[in-house]
């Protein structure tokens, strides 16, 4: 079944202690994203990648790291989290842009995150 | 800047049309459309391309005004499987893989 996996699906934690949250998908993508979900502020992209090794900022990078060793990988890492980053997570995997981003995007399951 | 999606919410009665706008302060290449139900992740509905190129839904249309830098969704004869919040993604000239989301629009479509 092609989708796309998030762990853990619910997480929480203080403030200042790493976390990693995993995202895989099973579609051969090359584009992978990472969005948060607020009330009232829709989805706000954090980072996303077009291709293994390759990254790039979204609207809301800051406190937030990435990485794309592998195409079907692409881990959010915070490295100190803050109570402002209590949020719904969700990752996103589609076919790589070509001329235009004419490929929907798959989202995995979210990942609620409390930072206490 | 997020695009403006209007209305916030809509509350319907099965059968009748609804119609949700997105509007961007910028130019842009496309407008993406998705679907949240309550608790799931978004799922895909429609993409817009500049040019006139679209893909989507079958029963759900839209359209996108590339001079006013707008789009809207349209709903028709809705069904209760369409109550969700509806939120517009906007990519800009580039093709740099940045989507931008409206805030959402949440539509309750009653028996």
């Known amino acids: 079944e092609a989708q796309v996996t998030q762990n853990p699906r619910y997480l929480i934690t203080v403030t200042g202690k790493k976390l990693t949250v995993t995202c895989s998908q099973n579609m051969n993508h090359e584009y992978m994203s990472w969005y948060r979900q607020d009330p009232g502020l829709g989805l706000r992209q954090i980072y996303y990648?077009?291709?293994?090794?390759?990254?790039d900022k979204g609207d809301v990078p800051e406190g937030y790291k990435v990485s794309r060793k592998e195409k079907r990988n692409f881990p959010l890492i915070l490295e100190s989290p803050s109570p402002n980053q209590t949020s719904l997570y969700f990752c996103?995997?589609?076919?790589?842009?070509?001329?235009?981003?004419?490929?929907?995007?798959?989202f995995g399951p979210g990942t609620r995150l409390t930072v206490t | 800047q997020q695009p403006v999606q209007s209305p916030q919410a809509v509350i319907l009665r099965e059968g009748e049309d609804a119609v949700i706008n997105c509007s961007s302060s910028?130019?842009?290449?496309?407008v993406h459309w998705y679907r949240q139900k309550h608790g799931e992740a978004p799922v895909f509905l429609m993409i817009l391309l500049k040019g006139g190129e679209q893909k989507g839904h079958e029963k759900i249309s839209a359209s996108f005004n590339e001079k006013k830098q707008q789009s809207s969704l349209y709903l028709t004869a809705s069904q209760l499987s369409y109550s969700g919040t509806y939120f517009c993604g906007t990519e800009g000239p580039g093709n740099t893989g940045k989507l931008i989301f409206g805030q959402g629009t949440t539509l309750q479509v009653k028996p």
């Open positions: 996103a995997s589609s076919r790589r842009p070509g001329q235009s981003f004419a490929y929907e995007q798959y």
């Open positions: 910028k130019a842009l290449y496309s």
């Open positions: 990648s077009m291709n293994v090794e390759v990254t």
